[in-house]
């Protein structure tokens, strides 16, 4: 089964329920590359992910989780993976 963008999406809402998340399949842009499969599709993919989650964490801890919600993918063969963890704004509630 190739993976899509939206299993990452599902699993990454269900486990890090982001504000704002958008999974982009980059896999075209790597055929031929190490990890690339014919299909083009299911190998490379970017994340960019705003969480309240994220909040008081290092840059590797917020990647950690983000690999930790995907690792059943990655054993399936996710070869890359760009994190970009984005900001959350701080509100005033007052």
């Known amino acids: 089964m190739a993976i899509?963008?939206?299993?990452?999406?599902?699993?990454?809402t269900q486990q890090l329920?982001?504000?704002?998340?958008?999974?982009?399949d980059e896999s075209a842009?790597?055929?031929g590359h190490v990890g690339a499969n014919d299909s083009g599709?299911?190998?490379h993919f970017r994340v960019r992910i705003e969480s309240a989650v994220f909040q008081g964490k290092t840059r590797v801890a917020r990647h950690r989780l983000v690999y930790d919600?995907?690792?059943?993918y990655i054993d399936q063969g996710l070869h890359a993976?760009?994190?970009e963890v984005l900001e959350t704004p701080s509100r005033d509630i007052s």
């Open 4 to 12: 899509t963008a939206a299993m990452l999406t599902q699993s990454l």
């Open 17 to 24: 329920a982001p504000a704002f998340l958008e999974v982009i």
């Open 29 to 31: 842009a790597h055929a």
């Open 41 to 43: 599709q299911g190998t």
């Open 69 to 72: 919600a995907l690792r059943d």
């Open 81 to 83: 993976l760009a994190i």
